[in-house]
């Protein structure tokens, strides 16, 4: 299993940002996929998830805000960051748990400033 996270950079507070992360070796259409950050000095948060058992799952902070989604053509799925704050900073994580055991991206850095 392979996770590609691409798409971070630069964003001004209130701007926008799409995250993306490449699959393979696994169907984004059938495993619960989630997008993660850790800030400088903090624990890695959960930030979104989905799975097409559940309804899609928002840390409070981000709900209104970012929306995650994914393609089944491209085996891909995707994090909508619109309206960012400077809180929002951190590394990206795109990841699955297949058969209690999870799988990680290499993460993409986001900073949101003016």
């Known amino acids: 299993v392979q996770l590609q996270a691409s798409g971070g950079g630069l964003v001004q507070p209130g701007g926008s940002l799409r995250l993306s992360c490449a699959a393979s070796g696994t169907d984004v259409r059938t495993n619960a996929m989630s997008w993660h950050r850790q800030a400088p000095g903090n624990k890695r948060e959960l930030v979104a998830r989905i799975h097409w058992i559940f309804a899609p799952y928002y840390e409070d902070s981000v709900k209104g805000r970012f929306t995650m989604s994914r393609d089944n053509t491209k085996n891909t799925v995707y994090l909508q960051m619109d309206s960012p704050k400077p809180e929002d900073t951190g590394v990206y994580y795109c990841?699955?748990?297949?058969?209690?055991?999870?799988?990680w991206g290499q993460g993409t850095q986001v900073t949101v400033s003016s």
């Open positions: 990841s699955t748990e297949i058969s209690g055991v999870d799988y």
